[in-house]
C-alpha cells in the first residue's frame, strides 16, 4: 500500500520561505513521481511541481518558476519543496501525490494522479 507523509506547512510572512516534505512508502521501485497540488479556498487544485524519483527531472508551473525548488532526498523516497519569495497568492492547502506513470507529468491534472497525502496548510501574511 502506498503511503504518502507531508510535513512543514504553517504561517509565514509574505516574502518569507517554507520548505514541505512528502515521504513515500510502499513503491516497489524508483520509477514513480512525487507532486505537488495546491487549492486555495474556492479554487480548484493546481499543480505546482513534480519530480521524477528515478531521474531528477522536475516540472514547474509558470506561476512558481524561479520561486520554487523541487529536490529528492538521498534515500530517493522523500521529496521537498522549497517554496522561497512566498506571497499571500500562495497561500493554501499543498497535498502531496504520487503516481508510477510517468505521462501524470503533462500538465499534472489531478485526475490522473493515483496517490494522495493528507495535505498541509501554508498560510502567507501580507
Known amino acids: 500500500e502506498v503511503q504518502l507523509v507531508e510535513s512543514g506547512g504553517g504561517l509565514v510572512q509574505a516574502g518569507g520561505s517554507l520548505r514541505l516534505s512528502c515521504a513515500a512508502s510502499?513503491?516497489?521501485?524508483?520509477?514513480?513521481?512525487i507532486g505537488w497540488f495546491r487549492q486555495a479556498p474556492g479554487k480548484e487544485r493546481e499543480g505546482v511541481s513534480c519530480?521524477?524519483?528515478?531521474?531528477?527531472?522536475?516540472y514547474y508551473a509558470d506561476s512558481v518558476k524561479g520561486r520554487f525548488i523541487i529536490s529528492r532526498g538521498n534515500a530517493k523516497n522523500t521529496a521537498y519543496l522549497e517554496m522561497n519569495s512566498l506571497n499571500p497568492e500562495d497561500t493554501a492547502i499543498y497535498y502531496c501525490?504520487?503516481?508510477?506513470?510517468?505521462?501524470?507529468?503533462?500538465?499534472?491534472?489531478?485526475?490522473?494522479?493515483?496517490?494522495w497525502g493528507q495535505g498541509t496548510q501554508v498560510t502567507v501574511s501580507s
Open positions: 510502499g513503491f516497489t521501485s524508483d520509477d514513480y513521481v
Open positions: 501525490a504520487a503516481d508510477a506513470a510517468p505521462t501524470v507529468v503533462d500538465g499534472m491534472i489531478p485526475d490522473w494522479w493515483a496517490f
Open positions: 519530480i521524477s524519483i528515478s531521474s531528477g527531472s522536475t
